[in-house]
């Protein structure tokens, strides 16, 4: 990176600003100028954070005897000088965190091990990156590079880059976790290798668009969300109108191509463009129903069961027989319609910091029972049972027969109806307040699943006051059942959209609603 040392002097790039720039300009230039323009992290973010330092902590048990590098982000010098140190110490095996600076860029590293080179036998060392991902992705490869294009200008010499990253293929037995065996690590040397040459044309790119008085001129587009989601975009896209194209759902790679040939709104895209259903529907902006749906609506039985699940994915395994990254379930509701108009609820929340499967499924085959049709909306409740009784076969002559009665809601609708309002999307969180607007999640403290996951998390394994555990736990069971509570409400609305448009059929009527056509329903002006 000689080529950059007589550049006006500005902020110090960090890997995580080099990896922003590699993303966008634009997010590089306002993460150092402007941060308070950016969407704070939410919880969910914040977990994900959360558990990429645990996992780091976690990673350096594999390197006993290393030494941390512990001086804060905001004690440069003192980071450097003590990094200096340790590593002239030959007894020292690895260092944790520590700091190098090169040509105005700043990194800490995960891990530096102490080996020889096999060659020559000569001291180097292993640049080791913590990934708490189950694979290695693009993105890790430019983060290893640019803090080997650090470590090796301040003359670091460097055998191997590595990415140290969870393998889901281990197995805990219980007891103390094997360290060595829930890691996988992974050589890079020759795919970093690759993107080193590029590095100083990146970071001299990077300072030119620091040293300007104005963020660069970018529209947002497929980056935006490629390969994080840049914390900027509720900011680059304020003003942008309702149906703009990068709304349209599906692969960006198709509003990107319409947006190079001048197409700016979803409403000026061409007849003859192909497009997917779900962005014909959003394209058309009518509401459709299937001439089918009433017969789907027909074969749903009473008792009519409507079911949610939640479950939480550790990182770590905690109970015996599991592995990293597994679905536990922990939760489910389900509002029983008896008869047309007559519910009942039974729900089910683990609270201990214990294996939950075994009294989650008992207690779930006794509240479905053997007759009437369970509804669900994703395919996940069936893969979450099929795995759980992969894990407890004494389930499966309970499960097979549930298991038939199942009806997915998200693909019924899928097929059979489309409002307007949903925008493209079929997630229930678009799908209800289209539909069944009094029954949104805005007045609730937990609006997503990934947040349940979080929050449950918390409630269990982190948060020991018994007051804010008592919170999370009203919290999670609110929203487990406005999800099933949302089902009921969806199919009866659904009833009804049938009704409406077979009374309108029978007496006549055409206002608005265009029978037969090209797609083979009933649509309207929504």
């Known amino acids: 990176m000689d080529d950059i040392s007589s550049l006006i002097t500005i902020p110090h790039l960090s890997k995580s600003k080099y990896l922003a720039g590699l993303q966008c300009s634009k997010r590089l230039y306002l993460e150092v100028h402007h941060p308070e323009l950016a969407t704070p992290p939410d919880l969910v973010t914040q977990m994900v954070l959360d558990r990429g330092t645990e996992i780091g902590i976690h990673a350096r048990r594999v390197f006993p005897g290393g030494v941390l590098i512990d001086a804060g982000p905001r004690q440069r010098e003192e980071a450097l000088a003590r990094t200096a140190s340790v590593m002239a110490d030959l007894t ?16 800490r590293v995960d891990i530096l091990e102490r080996i020889s080179e096999p060659q020559t036998n000569r001291p180097a060392w292993r640049l080791i990156e913590v990934k708490s991902s189950s694979r290695v992705k693009d993105v890790h490869l430019n983060d290893v590079a640019i803090q ?63 040293q300007a008085h104005v963020p660069p001129e970018v529209e947002p587009g497929r980056h935006c969300h490629t390969p994080y989601e840049c914390p900027f975009w509720k900011h680059c896209t304020h003003g942008k109108p309702d149906r703009w194209i990068y709304y349209l759902p599906g692969s960006k790679e198709v509003a990107e191509r319409l947006a190079e040939r001048g197409i700016s709104t979803i409403d000026e895209i061409p007849a003859d463009e192909p497009l997917s259903f779900p962005q014909q529907r959003i394209k058309d902006n009518t509401e459709w129903i299937s001439p ?15 079911v949610d699940f939640e479950t939480v994915m550790l990182s770590i395994p905690r109970f015996p027989f599991t592995r990293p990254y597994q679905a536990i379930p922990v939760q489910w509701s389900n509002h029983i319609e008896v008869e047309p108009g007559r519910l009942i609820h039974h729900q089910f929340l683990h609270v201990e910091p214990t294996d939950p499967r075994k009294r989650w499924a008992e207690a779930l085959i006794e509240s479905l029972g053997q007759e009437g049709t369970i509804c669900v909306y994703s395919p996940y409740e069936e893969a979450m049972i099929r795995q759980l009784v992969e894990a407890f076969p004494e389930f499966h002559s309970a499960f097979e027969p549930i298991l038939r009665r199942l009806c997915d809601l998200h693909q019924l609708i899928k097929e059979h109806y489309y409002h307007p309002l949903f925008k493209g999307s079929y997630s229930i969180k678009s799908v209800l307040p289209a539909i069944a607007p009094s029954l949104g999640y805005g007045d609730l403290a937990i609006r997503s699943g990934a947040q349940a996951a979080a929050e449950y998390y918390r409630m269990v394994f982190v948060e020991t006051d018994w007051v804010e555990q008592a919170a999370i736990r009203s919290s999670l069971l609110e929203y487990c059942s406005r999800d099933t509570l949302a089902l009921v409400e ?21 206002q608005g609603i265009d029978e037969k056509t090209s797609s083979g329903g009933y649509s309207g002006t929504g």
Not at 92 to 107: K, M, N, S
Not at 295 to 304: G, H, K, M, Q, T
Request: glycine content about 8%.
């Open 292 to 306: 089918r749906l009433g017969s789907a609506l027909r074969s749903i039985r009473y008792p009519v069961h409507h």
């Open 148 to 210: 080997s294009a650090v470590v090796q200008g301040a003359g670091i010499p460097l055998s191997a880059m590595c990415i140290m990253r969870i393998n889901t293929d281990y197995v805990y037995e219980g007891g103390d976790v094997d360290w060595r065996q829930l890691f996988v690590m992974e050589d890079v040397t020759g795919a970093v290798q690759d993107r080193l040459r590029d590095v100083p044309n990146h970071v001299a790119a990077m300072k030119i668009v620091l």
């Open 490 to 510: 969806l199919r009866r609305v659904l009833q009804r959209k049938v009704e409406e448009h077979h009374s309108l059929r029978s007496k006549g009527l055409k």
């Open 92 to 107: 020292v095996p690895a260092v944790f965190e520590g700091a190098f600076q090169h040509e105005g860029v700043w990194v």
